[in-house]
């Protein structure tokens, strides 16, 4: 697996491991901001995303029979991906003392790049493959 593969997969569980804590906080102290929207998004954003960017770095190029269209915008995603799931979360604690919500703002836009450098790297290396030849028919040898 290449090492942009691994890190998503362990920032993945660890985001999973921290919005499973938040929603069993959650389940005692009840839905409260900003708790609800971090729980939501480490399970969405960072549990369910990454474990799928993870896996479909790995895994689409090797359908597609295609090397990956870019490896340095992969390594930018993966950057984007968390600077802008962590900002967000920081955002949420700011909105929620009442401060504005320029903090969210601005890493929710780093986020959502991160998902468009995803996007464009994805459909740049699929490709529609060609079916595979039919297999010969057995020719019975004459003696
Ligand atoms: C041990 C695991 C989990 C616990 C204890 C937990 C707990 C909670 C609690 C207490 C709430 C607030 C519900 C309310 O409005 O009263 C909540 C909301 C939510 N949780 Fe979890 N959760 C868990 C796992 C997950 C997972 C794995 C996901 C997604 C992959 C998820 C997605 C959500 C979403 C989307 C909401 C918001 C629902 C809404 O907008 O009303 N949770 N969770
Ligand atoms: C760039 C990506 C995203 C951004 C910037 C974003 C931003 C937001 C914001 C600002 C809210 C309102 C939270 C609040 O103040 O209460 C919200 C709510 C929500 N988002 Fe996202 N989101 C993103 C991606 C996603 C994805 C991929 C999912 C699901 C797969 C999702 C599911 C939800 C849900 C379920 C809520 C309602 C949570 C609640 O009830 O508190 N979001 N999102």
Known sequence: MSSVTVWFIRCAMIYFLIAILLGLHMTVAGPVYPVMPI???FNLLGWMSMMVFGVGYHILPRFSGKPLWSERLSYVQLWT???GLIGMAAGWVVKS???GTSVLVIFSVVEALSVLFFVINMMKTIKIAPA???KPAAVPIKK
């Open 132 to 134: 595979p030849a039919p």
């Open 39 to 41: 729980h939501v998004h």
């Open 97 to 99: 003392s009442g401060v």
């Open 81 to 83: 991906a968390n600077i």
